[in-house]
Protein backbone atom coordinates (compact mmCIF):
# COMPACT_ATOMS: atom_id res chain seq x y z
CA UNK A 1 0.00 0.00 0.00
CA UNK A 2 2.82 2.10 1.08
CA UNK A 3 4.24 1.65 -2.74
CA UNK A 4 1.23 2.73 -3.95
CA UNK A 5 0.54 5.26 -2.47
CA UNK A 6 4.28 6.77 -3.24
CA UNK A 7 3.40 5.83 -7.07
CA UNK A 8 0.48 7.68 -6.82
CA UNK A 9 2.02 10.84 -5.02
CA UNK A 10 4.59 10.95 -7.87
CA UNK A 11 2.20 11.06 -10.47
CA UNK A 12 0.17 13.66 -8.71
CA UNK A 13 3.38 15.79 -8.45
CA UNK A 14 4.52 15.43 -11.74
CA UNK A 15 0.73 15.83 -13.09
CA UNK A 16 1.01 19.19 -11.19
CA UNK A 17 4.52 20.49 -12.15
CA UNK A 18 3.49 19.86 -16.21
CA UNK A 19 0.33 22.05 -14.89
CA UNK A 20 2.24 24.71 -13.39
CA UNK A 21 4.97 24.75 -15.87
CA UNK A 22 3.05 24.69 -19.12
CA UNK A 23 -0.43 26.76 -17.88
CA UNK A 24 0.33 28.74 -15.17
CA UNK A 25 4.26 29.59 -16.09
CA UNK A 26 3.20 31.30 -19.33
CA UNK A 27 0.13 33.02 -18.73
CA UNK A 28 -0.43 36.42 -19.28
CA UNK A 29 -0.77 38.57 -15.91
CA UNK A 30 -4.37 38.67 -14.81
CA UNK A 31 -5.64 36.27 -16.58
CA UNK A 32 -7.90 32.96 -15.49
CA UNK A 33 -4.97 30.98 -14.77
CA UNK A 34 -2.79 33.50 -12.51
CA UNK A 35 -5.78 34.41 -10.47
CA UNK A 36 -6.82 31.23 -9.81
CA UNK A 37 -3.53 29.32 -8.44
CA UNK A 38 -2.81 32.49 -6.84
CA UNK A 39 -6.19 31.95 -4.83
CA UNK A 40 -5.36 28.73 -4.39
CA UNK A 41 -1.64 29.56 -3.37
CA UNK A 42 -2.47 31.45 -0.46
CA UNK A 43 -5.66 28.93 0.60
CA UNK A 44 -6.14 24.67 -0.41
CA UNK A 45 -2.73 24.69 -1.87
CA UNK A 46 -0.75 26.41 0.79
CA UNK A 47 0.55 23.99 3.08
CA UNK A 48 2.50 22.27 0.30
CA UNK A 49 4.04 25.48 -1.27
CA UNK A 50 5.11 25.65 2.29
CA UNK A 51 6.29 22.45 2.45
CA UNK A 52 8.26 23.10 -1.05
CA UNK A 53 9.74 26.04 -0.02
CA UNK A 54 10.88 24.64 3.42
CA UNK A 55 12.48 21.59 1.23
CA UNK A 56 13.57 23.07 -2.36
CA UNK A 57 15.43 27.01 -0.60
CA UNK A 58 16.25 28.93 1.61
CA UNK A 59 13.55 31.67 0.94
CA UNK A 60 11.23 30.83 4.37
CA UNK A 61 14.31 30.57 6.76
CA UNK A 62 14.83 33.32 9.47
CA UNK A 63 18.08 34.80 11.28
CA UNK A 64 17.93 33.16 15.22
CA UNK A 65 21.10 34.77 15.67
CA UNK A 66 23.79 37.15 14.68
CA UNK A 67 27.07 35.00 14.83
CA UNK A 68 27.88 32.10 13.62
CA UNK A 69 26.89 28.21 13.66
CA UNK A 70 29.05 25.11 14.18
CA UNK A 71 29.91 24.82 10.48
CA UNK A 72 32.68 27.93 11.51
CA UNK A 73 33.77 25.58 14.24
CA UNK A 74 37.34 25.05 12.89
CA UNK A 75 38.67 25.83 9.33
CA UNK A 76 38.36 22.13 8.50
CA UNK A 77 34.91 21.42 9.51
CA UNK A 78 33.20 20.13 6.67
CA UNK A 79 29.93 19.31 5.49
CA UNK A 80 29.93 15.96 6.89
CA UNK A 81 30.69 16.98 10.40
CA UNK A 82 28.48 17.45 13.13
CA UNK A 83 27.79 20.54 14.01
CA UNK A 84 24.63 21.05 16.04
CA UNK A 85 25.56 22.08 19.46
CA UNK A 86 29.89 22.56 18.41
CA UNK A 87 30.64 26.21 19.35
CA UNK A 88 31.64 28.42 16.29
CA UNK A 89 35.00 30.25 15.48
CA UNK A 90 34.48 32.34 12.52
CA UNK A 91 37.35 34.61 13.62
CA UNK A 92 39.76 31.82 13.41
CA UNK A 93 38.03 30.82 10.21
CA UNK A 94 38.86 34.02 8.88
CA UNK A 95 42.24 34.70 10.16
CA UNK A 96 43.27 30.79 8.14
CA UNK A 97 41.67 31.92 5.21
CA UNK A 98 43.65 35.15 4.94
CA UNK A 99 46.85 34.02 6.62
CA UNK A 100 47.24 30.44 4.20
CA UNK A 101 45.61 31.62 0.89
CA UNK A 102 47.21 35.30 1.27
CA UNK A 103 43.88 36.65 1.43
CA UNK A 104 43.29 40.48 1.85
CA UNK A 105 39.85 41.33 2.59
CA UNK A 106 37.04 38.87 3.48
CA UNK A 107 33.38 39.47 2.97
CA UNK A 108 30.37 38.15 4.39
CA UNK A 109 26.58 37.63 3.27
CA UNK A 110 23.80 39.28 4.52
CA UNK A 111 20.06 39.89 3.82
CA UNK A 112 18.65 43.60 3.79
CA UNK A 113 16.18 42.06 6.16
CA UNK A 114 18.71 39.80 8.07
CA UNK A 115 18.17 36.52 5.85
CA UNK A 116 15.88 35.82 3.27
CA UNK A 117 12.71 35.68 5.32
CA UNK A 118 13.75 38.44 8.11
CA UNK A 119 14.40 37.56 11.46
CA UNK A 120 12.72 34.90 13.85
CA UNK A 121 10.12 36.59 15.87
CA UNK A 122 10.47 35.34 19.36
CA UNK A 123 8.09 33.36 21.07
CA UNK A 124 5.34 35.91 22.37
CA UNK A 125 2.87 33.20 20.95
CA UNK A 126 2.95 35.74 17.59
CA UNK A 127 2.45 33.44 14.70
CA UNK A 128 6.26 31.62 13.87
CA UNK A 129 7.73 32.89 16.89
CA UNK A 130 10.24 30.74 18.06
CA UNK A 131 13.85 30.98 19.42
CA UNK A 132 14.68 34.52 17.87
CA UNK A 133 17.71 36.86 18.16
CA UNK A 134 18.35 38.12 21.36
CA UNK A 135 17.69 41.73 22.19
CA UNK A 136 15.77 42.17 18.76
CA UNK A 137 11.57 42.88 18.28
CA UNK A 138 10.71 41.09 15.20
CA UNK A 139 7.07 40.52 13.64
CA UNK A 140 6.15 38.84 10.95
CA UNK A 141 4.84 41.02 7.85
CA UNK A 142 3.00 39.27 4.99
CA UNK A 143 4.39 40.94 1.59
CA UNK A 144 1.69 42.74 -1.00
CA UNK A 145 3.50 42.99 -4.52
CA UNK A 146 2.44 46.01 -6.18
CA UNK A 147 0.31 46.34 -9.63
CA UNK A 148 3.39 46.69 -11.22
CA UNK A 149 5.61 44.01 -9.81
CA UNK A 150 2.58 41.69 -10.54
CA UNK A 151 2.48 42.69 -14.01
CA UNK A 152 6.00 41.47 -14.56
CA UNK A 153 6.27 38.68 -12.85
CA UNK A 154 3.31 36.90 -11.30
CA UNK A 155 4.57 34.87 -9.78
CA UNK A 156 5.58 36.90 -7.19
CA UNK A 157 1.64 36.51 -5.87
CA UNK A 158 2.67 33.12 -4.29
CA UNK A 159 6.36 34.36 -3.66
CA UNK A 160 7.48 32.48 -0.04
CA UNK A 161 7.35 35.96 1.23
CA UNK A 162 3.65 36.34 0.77
CA UNK A 163 2.59 32.86 1.66
CA UNK A 164 5.11 32.52 4.96
CA UNK A 165 5.96 36.39 5.44
CA UNK A 166 9.04 38.39 6.85
CA UNK A 167 10.08 38.60 10.18
CA UNK A 168 10.18 42.59 10.03
CA UNK A 169 12.73 44.11 13.02
CA UNK A 170 11.55 47.12 14.81
CA UNK A 171 14.97 48.47 15.00
CA UNK A 172 17.03 47.99 11.81
CA UNK A 173 19.97 49.82 13.61
CA UNK A 174 20.24 47.29 16.54
CA UNK A 175 20.19 44.49 13.85
CA UNK A 176 22.89 45.71 11.90
CA UNK A 177 25.14 46.96 14.66
CA UNK A 178 25.08 43.73 16.26
CA UNK A 179 25.72 41.45 13.27
CA UNK A 180 28.47 43.85 11.63
CA UNK A 181 30.03 44.82 15.25
CA UNK A 182 30.44 40.57 15.90
CA UNK A 183 31.98 40.38 12.13
CA UNK A 184 34.24 42.78 12.91
CA UNK A 185 35.56 41.55 15.60
CA UNK A 186 36.43 38.09 13.59
CA UNK A 187 38.18 39.76 11.12
CA UNK A 188 35.59 39.96 8.50
CA UNK A 189 36.28 43.30 6.14
CA UNK A 190 33.40 44.02 4.30
CA UNK A 191 29.54 42.53 3.48
CA UNK A 192 27.39 41.72 0.57
CA UNK A 193 23.91 42.91 0.97
CA UNK A 194 21.12 40.63 -1.25
CA UNK A 195 17.44 40.83 -1.23
CA UNK A 196 17.45 43.96 -1.03
CA UNK A 197 14.17 44.72 -3.52
CA UNK A 198 12.03 42.44 -1.17
CA UNK A 199 12.18 44.80 1.88
CA UNK A 200 10.12 47.23 0.08
CA UNK A 201 7.23 44.51 -0.66
CA UNK A 202 6.59 44.18 2.85
CA UNK A 203 6.08 47.63 3.60
CA UNK A 204 2.37 48.29 2.94
CA UNK A 205 1.26 47.83 6.64
CA UNK A 206 4.27 49.68 7.95
CA UNK A 207 3.96 53.28 6.24
CA UNK A 208 4.71 51.96 2.73
CA UNK A 209 7.74 50.15 1.18
CA UNK A 210 9.63 53.47 0.17
CA UNK A 211 9.67 54.33 4.25
CA UNK A 212 10.50 50.66 5.30
CA UNK A 213 13.03 50.67 2.52
CA UNK A 214 14.65 54.28 3.65
CA UNK A 215 15.01 52.92 6.93
CA UNK A 216 16.43 50.27 6.37
CA UNK A 217 19.13 51.58 4.21
CA UNK A 218 20.21 53.97 6.60
CA UNK A 219 20.35 52.00 9.26
CA UNK A 220 22.79 49.73 6.95
CA UNK A 221 24.96 52.36 5.65
CA UNK A 222 25.37 53.71 9.09
CA UNK A 223 26.12 50.27 10.62
CA UNK A 224 29.14 49.86 7.17
CA UNK A 225 30.42 53.48 8.16
CA UNK A 226 30.83 52.36 12.21
CA UNK A 227 32.52 49.09 11.51
CA UNK A 228 33.90 48.60 8.10
CA UNK A 229 35.71 51.53 7.17
CA UNK A 230 36.55 52.13 3.37
CA UNK A 231 32.87 51.44 2.70
CA UNK A 232 33.08 47.82 2.29
CA UNK A 233 29.65 46.80 0.91
CA UNK A 234 28.29 45.54 -2.28
CA UNK A 235 24.72 45.93 -2.98
CA UNK A 236 22.72 43.29 -4.47
CA UNK A 237 19.36 42.32 -6.43
CA UNK A 238 18.16 45.92 -5.21
CA UNK A 239 17.34 48.09 -8.75
CA UNK A 240 13.71 49.02 -7.39
CA UNK A 241 13.80 52.96 -6.86
CA UNK A 242 13.60 52.86 -3.48
CA UNK A 243 16.58 51.14 -2.66
CA UNK A 244 18.53 52.75 -5.36
CA UNK A 245 17.99 56.50 -4.26
CA UNK A 246 18.35 55.73 -0.78
CA UNK A 247 21.80 54.49 -1.32
CA UNK A 248 23.76 58.05 -0.22
CA UNK A 249 26.64 56.87 1.18
CA UNK A 250 27.64 53.31 -0.18
CA UNK A 251 28.71 53.19 -3.68
CA UNK A 252 29.05 49.10 -5.55
CA UNK A 253 25.43 47.45 -6.55
CA UNK A 254 25.01 44.88 -8.59
CA UNK A 255 23.95 45.99 -12.32
CA UNK A 256 22.73 42.27 -12.93
CA UNK A 257 20.59 39.32 -12.18
CA UNK A 258 22.65 36.41 -10.71
CA UNK A 259 25.22 34.54 -13.24
CA UNK A 260 24.06 30.98 -13.28
CA UNK A 261 26.42 28.66 -14.26
CA UNK A 262 24.21 25.99 -15.51
CA UNK A 263 21.72 27.82 -17.79
CA UNK A 264 23.61 28.39 -20.82
CA UNK A 265 21.17 30.75 -21.95
CA UNK A 266 21.60 32.92 -19.24
CA UNK A 267 25.37 34.39 -20.19
CA UNK A 268 24.45 36.08 -23.09
CA UNK A 269 21.13 38.45 -21.46
CA UNK A 270 23.78 38.66 -18.34
CA UNK A 271 26.10 40.44 -20.38
CA UNK A 272 23.60 42.93 -21.97
CA UNK A 273 21.59 43.78 -18.55
CA UNK A 274 24.72 44.90 -17.00
CA UNK A 275 26.17 47.02 -20.00
CA UNK A 276 22.35 48.75 -20.78
CA UNK A 277 21.72 48.57 -16.63
CA UNK A 278 24.91 50.63 -16.38
CA UNK A 279 23.39 53.74 -18.56
CA UNK A 280 21.55 54.24 -15.18
CA UNK A 281 23.03 52.60 -12.45
CA UNK A 282 26.26 54.53 -13.79
CA UNK A 283 25.13 57.97 -12.45
CA UNK A 284 24.45 56.91 -8.97
CA UNK A 285 26.84 54.05 -7.91
CA UNK A 286 29.47 51.88 -9.06
CA UNK A 287 27.74 48.91 -11.31
CA UNK A 288 29.07 44.97 -9.87
CA UNK A 289 28.72 42.60 -13.31
CA UNK A 290 29.02 40.04 -11.09
CA UNK A 291 31.43 36.90 -10.67
CA UNK A 292 31.97 34.56 -13.53
CA UNK A 293 33.58 30.70 -13.73
CA UNK A 294 36.92 30.76 -15.35
CA UNK A 295 36.56 27.57 -16.63
CA UNK A 296 33.19 27.83 -18.32
CA UNK A 297 31.76 27.49 -21.47
CA UNK A 298 31.57 31.34 -21.97
CA UNK A 299 34.36 32.28 -19.43
CA UNK A 300 35.57 34.17 -22.26
CA UNK A 301 33.03 36.19 -23.33
CA UNK A 302 32.20 36.95 -19.42
CA UNK A 303 35.98 37.73 -19.09
CA UNK A 304 36.22 39.99 -21.88
CA UNK A 305 32.54 41.57 -20.33
CA UNK A 306 34.71 42.17 -16.96
CA UNK A 307 37.12 43.73 -18.19
CA UNK A 308 35.57 46.43 -19.63
CA UNK A 309 33.03 46.88 -16.84
CA UNK A 310 35.05 49.81 -14.75
CA UNK A 311 33.65 47.12 -11.79
CA UNK A 312 35.35 44.22 -10.00
CA UNK A 313 35.88 40.94 -10.72
CA UNK A 314 35.66 38.13 -9.04
CA UNK A 315 35.19 34.47 -10.24
CA UNK A 316 33.25 31.88 -8.13
CA UNK A 317 35.38 29.08 -9.35
CA UNK A 318 35.00 25.69 -7.51
CA UNK A 319 38.03 24.98 -5.64
CA UNK A 320 40.93 23.91 -7.97
CA UNK A 321 39.37 24.15 -11.23
CA UNK A 322 40.68 27.65 -12.56
CA UNK A 323 41.54 28.40 -15.86
CA UNK A 324 44.84 30.43 -14.79
CA UNK A 325 46.03 31.57 -18.18
CA UNK A 326 42.59 32.96 -18.79
CA UNK A 327 43.05 34.74 -14.91
CA UNK A 328 46.35 36.23 -15.92
CA UNK A 329 45.28 38.14 -18.89
CA UNK A 330 42.37 39.62 -15.68
CA UNK A 331 44.38 40.02 -12.76
CA UNK A 332 47.80 41.21 -11.77
CA UNK A 333 50.31 38.95 -9.17
CA UNK A 334 49.38 41.17 -6.74
CA UNK A 335 45.77 40.31 -6.81
CA UNK A 336 44.78 43.93 -8.36
CA UNK A 337 42.74 44.42 -11.79
CA UNK A 338 43.71 47.25 -14.60
CA UNK A 339 40.32 48.33 -13.96
CA UNK A 340 38.75 51.41 -16.21
CA UNK A 341 38.20 54.64 -14.69
CA UNK A 342 34.13 54.81 -15.48
CA UNK A 343 31.02 52.35 -15.23
CA UNK A 344 31.06 50.85 -19.03
CA UNK A 345 28.51 51.47 -21.49
CA UNK A 346 27.34 50.98 -24.62
CA UNK A 347 28.14 52.98 -27.57
CA UNK A 348 25.88 55.73 -28.94
CA UNK A 349 25.29 53.52 -32.26
CA UNK A 350 23.87 50.42 -30.24
CA UNK A 351 22.19 52.48 -27.01
CA UNK A 352 18.57 51.54 -29.05
CA UNK A 353 19.67 48.03 -30.85
CA UNK A 354 18.47 44.77 -30.07
CA UNK A 355 21.87 43.09 -29.76
CA UNK A 356 20.34 39.65 -28.04
CA UNK A 357 17.40 39.67 -30.69
CA UNK A 358 17.80 41.69 -34.44
CA UNK A 359 20.10 39.22 -35.72
CA UNK A 360 22.54 41.99 -36.82
CA UNK A 361 23.89 44.07 -34.30
CA UNK A 362 26.95 43.56 -31.93
CA UNK A 363 27.17 45.21 -28.39
CA UNK A 364 29.74 47.42 -27.76
CA UNK A 365 30.88 48.99 -25.16
CA UNK A 366 33.44 51.67 -24.33
CA UNK A 367 35.47 52.78 -21.22
CA UNK A 368 38.45 55.01 -20.63
CA UNK A 369 41.74 54.26 -18.47
CA UNK A 370 44.06 56.88 -17.28
CA UNK A 371 45.67 57.49 -20.68
CA UNK A 372 43.61 55.33 -23.28
CA UNK A 373 40.33 53.95 -24.27
CA UNK A 374 38.54 50.52 -24.47
CA UNK A 375 36.27 49.46 -26.60
CA UNK A 376 34.90 45.62 -26.14
CA UNK A 377 32.63 44.05 -28.83
CA UNK A 378 30.34 40.97 -28.15
CA UNK A 379 28.26 38.72 -29.98
CA UNK A 380 25.40 37.83 -27.71
CA UNK A 381 22.76 37.19 -30.72
CA UNK A 382 20.97 33.88 -30.19
CA UNK A 383 19.18 33.75 -26.21
CA UNK A 384 17.64 36.14 -24.39
CA UNK A 385 14.79 36.26 -21.49
CA UNK A 386 11.63 35.08 -22.31
CA UNK A 387 9.13 37.62 -21.64
CA UNK A 388 5.95 34.97 -21.76
CA UNK A 389 7.78 32.15 -20.16
CA UNK A 390 9.86 34.34 -17.68
CA UNK A 391 13.01 32.72 -17.88
CA UNK A 392 16.17 32.79 -19.96
CA UNK A 393 15.59 30.74 -23.10
CA UNK A 394 17.59 30.10 -26.42
CA UNK A 395 16.08 31.55 -29.21
CA UNK A 396 18.43 31.10 -32.41
CA UNK A 397 20.70 27.64 -32.05
CA UNK A 398 23.06 28.92 -34.66
CA UNK A 399 23.47 32.95 -35.24
CA UNK A 400 25.09 33.74 -38.00
CA UNK A 401 28.36 35.54 -37.64
CA UNK A 402 28.30 39.48 -37.71
CA UNK A 403 30.30 42.62 -38.43
CA UNK A 404 30.64 45.87 -37.08
CA UNK A 405 33.24 49.34 -36.74
CA UNK A 406 34.73 50.16 -34.13
CA UNK A 407 36.02 54.34 -34.12
CA UNK A 408 37.68 56.07 -31.92
CA UNK A 409 34.83 57.86 -31.42
CA UNK A 410 33.42 55.35 -29.97
CA UNK A 411 34.78 56.63 -26.75
CA UNK A 412 32.51 58.85 -25.68
CA UNK A 413 35.17 60.67 -23.66
CA UNK A 414 37.29 61.41 -26.76
CA UNK A 415 34.57 62.95 -29.45
CA UNK A 416 35.11 66.81 -30.09
CA UNK A 417 33.01 68.66 -27.90
CA UNK A 418 30.44 71.70 -28.47
CA UNK A 419 30.20 75.27 -27.23
CA UNK A 420 26.98 75.61 -28.96
CA UNK A 421 27.83 78.18 -31.38
CA UNK A 422 27.40 77.09 -35.42
CA UNK A 423 30.31 75.51 -36.33
CA UNK A 424 30.81 73.57 -33.66
CA UNK A 425 34.74 74.30 -32.58
CA UNK A 426 36.81 71.73 -31.70
CA UNK A 427 39.23 72.46 -28.43
CA UNK A 428 42.46 71.99 -29.43
CA UNK A 429 43.37 70.05 -26.97
CA UNK A 430 40.58 66.98 -28.29
CA UNK A 431 42.59 64.10 -30.03
CA UNK A 432 42.13 63.43 -34.02
CA UNK A 433 44.23 60.40 -34.72
CA UNK A 434 44.34 57.37 -32.83
CA UNK A 435 45.99 54.14 -32.39
CA UNK A 436 43.43 50.93 -32.15
CA UNK A 437 44.68 47.43 -31.46
CA UNK A 438 42.57 44.24 -31.77
CA UNK A 439 43.86 41.79 -28.72
CA UNK A 440 41.81 39.07 -30.90
CA UNK A 441 43.68 39.69 -34.52
CA UNK A 442 47.17 42.08 -32.48
CA UNK A 443 46.04 44.41 -35.50
CA UNK A 444 47.36 47.98 -35.25
CA UNK A 445 45.72 50.48 -37.27
CA UNK A 446 45.71 54.21 -37.69
CA UNK A 447 42.79 55.69 -37.48
CA UNK A 448 40.85 59.53 -37.44
CA UNK A 449 38.25 59.84 -35.11
CA UNK A 450 35.50 58.56 -37.15
CA UNK A 451 36.63 56.58 -39.30
CA UNK A 452 36.17 52.49 -38.41
CA UNK A 453 38.19 49.58 -37.71
CA UNK A 454 35.98 46.15 -38.55
CA UNK A 455 35.60 43.37 -36.15
CA UNK A 456 34.13 40.09 -37.01
CA UNK A 457 32.82 37.59 -33.84
CA UNK A 458 30.60 34.71 -34.08
CA UNK A 459 27.99 33.45 -31.50
CA UNK A 460 29.68 34.39 -28.27
CA UNK A 461 32.78 35.64 -29.03
CA UNK A 462 34.24 38.94 -27.84
CA UNK A 463 37.04 41.06 -28.72
CA UNK A 464 38.57 44.26 -26.96
CA UNK A 465 39.99 46.72 -28.61
CA UNK A 466 42.92 49.39 -27.46
CA UNK A 467 42.00 52.84 -28.02
CA UNK A 468 45.63 55.19 -28.02
CA UNK A 469 45.58 58.86 -28.69
CA UNK A 470 48.39 59.72 -30.97
CA UNK A 471 50.97 62.93 -29.61
CA UNK A 472 52.35 64.75 -32.04
CA UNK A 473 55.48 66.77 -30.72
CA UNK A 474 57.74 68.25 -33.22
CA UNK A 475 58.57 65.60 -35.78
CA UNK A 476 57.70 62.71 -33.33
CA UNK A 477 54.45 61.12 -33.40
CA UNK A 478 54.01 58.75 -30.41
CA UNK A 479 50.60 56.75 -28.85
CA UNK A 480 51.13 54.34 -25.88
CA UNK A 481 48.93 51.49 -26.21
CA UNK A 482 49.76 48.81 -23.27
CA UNK A 483 50.17 45.51 -22.23
CA UNK A 484 49.15 42.80 -25.03
CA UNK A 485 49.24 40.17 -22.73
CA UNK A 486 46.53 41.95 -20.80
CA UNK A 487 42.66 42.38 -21.83
CA UNK A 488 42.05 45.97 -20.62
CA UNK A 489 45.89 46.54 -21.68
CA UNK A 490 45.40 50.16 -22.10
CA UNK A 491 44.79 50.30 -18.67
CA UNK A 492 48.42 49.92 -17.88
CA UNK A 493 49.61 52.88 -18.32
CA UNK A 494 48.94 54.77 -15.54
CA UNK A 495 50.56 58.07 -16.63
CA UNK A 496 52.25 59.62 -20.04
CA UNK A 497 53.99 63.02 -20.23
CA UNK A 498 56.61 63.78 -22.60
CA UNK A 499 59.67 66.16 -22.37
CA UNK A 500 61.13 68.10 -25.07
CA UNK A 501 63.45 69.92 -22.90
CA UNK A 502 63.65 72.10 -19.69
CA UNK A 503 61.01 74.57 -20.22
CA UNK A 504 58.70 71.90 -22.29
CA UNK A 505 56.94 69.32 -20.00
CA UNK A 506 53.19 68.32 -21.09
CA UNK A 507 50.87 65.71 -19.33
CA UNK A 508 49.33 64.20 -22.33
CA UNK A 509 45.38 64.64 -21.97
CA UNK A 510 44.90 65.16 -25.53
CA UNK A 511 45.83 63.89 -28.43
CA UNK A 512 48.25 67.19 -29.98
CA UNK A 513 48.05 68.05 -33.74
CA UNK A 514 50.31 67.93 -36.59
CA UNK A 515 50.69 71.68 -35.96
CA UNK A 516 53.04 71.42 -33.02
CA UNK A 517 55.64 70.13 -35.35
CA UNK A 518 56.10 74.03 -36.34
CA UNK A 519 58.65 75.87 -34.96
CA UNK A 520 60.58 72.73 -33.16
CA UNK A 521 63.77 72.95 -32.23
CA UNK A 522 64.70 70.58 -29.19
CA UNK A 523 67.75 68.54 -29.44
CA UNK A 524 65.93 65.70 -27.18
CA UNK A 525 62.15 64.33 -27.13
CA UNK A 526 61.74 61.85 -24.26
CA UNK A 527 58.06 60.30 -23.69
CA UNK A 528 57.76 58.34 -19.98
CA UNK A 529 55.24 56.51 -19.21
CA UNK A 530 54.20 55.18 -15.87
CA UNK A 531 52.98 50.64 -16.36
CA UNK A 532 51.58 48.60 -14.17
CA UNK A 533 51.90 45.21 -14.39
CA UNK A 534 54.32 42.86 -16.87
CA UNK A 535 54.96 41.56 -20.79
CA UNK A 536 54.57 42.76 -24.07
CA UNK A 537 54.12 46.45 -23.70
CA UNK A 538 53.30 48.25 -27.17
CA UNK A 539 53.72 51.74 -28.09
CA UNK A 540 52.77 53.11 -31.81
CA UNK A 541 55.95 55.30 -32.83
CA UNK A 542 56.48 57.26 -36.38
CA UNK A 543 60.13 56.41 -36.42
CA UNK A 544 62.49 54.19 -34.32
CA UNK A 545 63.48 55.44 -30.95
CA UNK A 546 67.35 56.22 -30.56
CA UNK A 547 67.08 55.14 -27.00
CA UNK A 548 64.37 53.00 -24.50
CA UNK A 549 65.26 53.12 -20.54
CA UNK A 550 63.28 50.99 -18.32
CA UNK A 551 63.62 52.58 -14.72
CA UNK A 552 66.88 54.37 -15.73
CA UNK A 553 68.65 51.33 -17.10
CA UNK A 554 69.10 51.45 -20.92
CA UNK A 555 67.83 48.50 -22.84
CA UNK A 556 69.27 46.50 -25.16
CA UNK A 557 67.46 47.04 -29.00
CA UNK A 558 66.38 42.96 -29.89
CA UNK A 559 66.64 41.82 -26.69
CA UNK A 560 64.60 43.25 -24.31
CA UNK A 561 62.73 45.77 -26.65
CA UNK A 562 62.04 45.82 -30.77
CA UNK A 563 60.78 48.36 -33.13
CA UNK A 564 59.20 46.87 -36.39
CA UNK A 565 58.33 49.73 -39.09
CA UNK A 566 55.82 49.59 -41.91
CA UNK A 567 54.83 46.08 -42.67
CA UNK A 568 53.78 45.64 -39.07
CA UNK A 569 51.46 48.71 -39.31
CA UNK A 570 48.09 48.23 -40.90
CA UNK A 571 46.70 51.63 -43.20
CA UNK A 572 43.29 52.96 -41.46
CA UNK A 573 41.00 50.90 -43.87
CA UNK A 574 42.57 51.58 -46.40
CA UNK A 575 41.05 51.32 -50.07
CA UNK A 576 40.90 47.98 -50.30
CA UNK A 577 38.89 47.32 -46.83
CA UNK A 578 36.38 50.36 -47.96
CA UNK A 579 35.77 48.63 -51.12
CA UNK A 580 35.22 45.08 -49.51
CA UNK A 581 33.24 47.02 -47.24
CA UNK A 582 31.30 49.52 -49.45
CA UNK A 583 29.46 46.63 -50.99
CA UNK A 584 27.86 45.40 -47.47
CA UNK A 585 24.28 47.27 -46.92
CA UNK A 586 24.73 50.54 -45.39
CA UNK A 587 28.59 50.88 -46.68
CA UNK A 588 31.11 52.04 -44.97
CA UNK A 589 31.99 55.59 -43.28
CA UNK A 590 35.76 54.72 -43.58
CA UNK A 591 38.36 56.86 -46.11
CA UNK A 592 40.78 55.23 -48.16
CA UNK A 593 43.96 57.42 -46.74
CA UNK A 594 48.01 56.96 -47.36
CA UNK A 595 49.44 53.55 -46.52
CA UNK A 596 50.64 54.26 -42.79
CA UNK A 597 53.48 55.55 -41.27
CA UNK A 598 55.79 54.32 -38.63
CA UNK A 599 55.87 51.10 -36.82
CA UNK A 600 55.55 49.32 -33.72
CA UNK A 601 57.74 49.36 -30.35
CA UNK A 602 57.49 46.25 -28.26
CA UNK A 603 59.01 46.61 -24.67
CA UNK A 604 59.42 43.32 -22.66
CA UNK A 605 58.99 44.48 -19.20
CA UNK A 606 59.82 42.21 -16.84
CA UNK A 607 57.73 41.35 -13.41
CA UNK A 608 59.21 43.63 -10.54
CA UNK A 609 57.99 43.30 -6.50
CA UNK A 610 55.71 46.69 -6.73
CA UNK A 611 54.40 45.91 -10.49
CA UNK A 612 55.39 49.57 -11.30
CA UNK A 613 57.82 50.35 -13.98
CA UNK A 614 58.87 53.86 -15.71
CA UNK A 615 59.28 53.67 -19.42
CA UNK A 616 61.18 56.48 -20.87
CA UNK A 617 61.45 56.11 -24.94
CA UNK A 618 63.76 58.79 -26.37
CA UNK A 619 64.14 60.14 -29.86
CA UNK A 620 67.22 62.55 -31.07
CA UNK A 621 68.70 63.55 -33.70
CA UNK A 622 65.82 65.65 -35.86
CA UNK A 623 67.91 67.25 -38.26
Excluded at 175 to 197: E, I, P, S
Excluded at 272 to 280: R, Y
Excluded at 308 to 315: F, L, N
Excluded at 359 to 376: D, M, Q, R, S
Aim: one cysteine or more; a neutral charge.
Amino acid sequence: SQKVAGWLMGIATAGFLIFYQWVVEPAPPNSLAVKAFAAAAKGILRPAMLSFYATASDFTRRLTSVRANGKFSHPDAGPDVDWAGVPEALGTVVAHIKRKFGVRYVYCWHGLPGYWAGVMPTDDGAAGGGAGVPGMTAHIRYASPTPGVLEIEPSMAWNPAVLAGVGVVDDPNRLYNAMHRYLHDCGVDGVKVDCQAGVGLIGTAMGGGAALSAAYQGALEGSVARHFRGNHVINCMCHSTENLYRMTATAVARASDDFYPRDPASSHPHIAACAFNSVFLGALLQPDWDMFHSKHPAARLHAAARAVSGGPVYVSDKPGEHDFALLHTLVLPDGSVLRCSQPGRPTRDCLFADVLRDGKTLLKVWNINPVTGVVGVFHLQGSSWDRVRRKFHVHDKAPKGLTTEVRPYDVDTFRPTSTGAPPAPVPSDAPREFVVFSRNTGAMRLLHGNEGVQVALHSGEADVLSVARIIHVGPVAFAAVGLSNMINGGGAIRELHYDSGPAAVGAVTGGGSRAAAAGFSAKELVFTMTVRGYGDLLAYCSREPDVVLLNGARLQPEVSYSYTSGAAMEPPLAAAAAAAAGSAEGGSSAAAVAPAEGGRLHVDLPRISDLESTLQVVFRSFD
